[in-house]
């Protein structure tokens, strides 16, 4: 697989929930590849958690550390990302993450609900109503998602090495596909 992805990394997009991270880690060890999640790194960056960044400098401070995180981040080769689930939000971004192929996890709003429901690291689910929230944000970004190089539609019932296995198991194709950016990696 390796010789097929000459080095290209992977950048997994989707929503909060959907299993970015895990199935991130998962891909990264089958590809003998590095993992860095951009959360993470923005934690590292900014000496905070997350939470606390919302709270200090606001979303639009929090969005500026992610494009910053993104940017050094697309120089990498042979990396699995996991980003941000409001990454794809500035057009900016598209531009790091088209330095590599770009995997959407699209997982149903209930499963996400149901996997967070108990997190309270989530500031954007900080509402009276955080399944309306998550269907909210959901529909707002479908159509920036939706320009992923690969849109898997999970049903949440996948273990993490089953979506990773599919992720593999769907690359060579999008290699070979004409719509693909022309990876330089």
Known sequence: MNNTLKHCSLFLVGMMGAGKTTVGQGLAKQLDYRFFDTDTL????????IPQLFATQGEEGFR???TQVLAQLSAQVRSVISTGGGIILKPENWGYLRHGIVVWLDVPVQILYDRLKTDDTRPLLK????????????????????????????????????????????LPRILKSDSVHNYKN
């Open 127 to 170: 509402t009276a109503n955080p399944l309306e929230t998550l269907q909210t944000l959901c529909d707002r970004r479908q159509d920036l998602y939706a320009q992923a190089d690969l849109h898997l539609t999970l049903t949440g019932a996948e273990s993490p090495k089953q979506v990773a296995d599919t992720v593999l198991s769907q």
């Open 42 to 49: 923005i934690e590292r960056v900014a000496g905070t958690k």
């Open 64 to 66: 500026q550390l992610e």
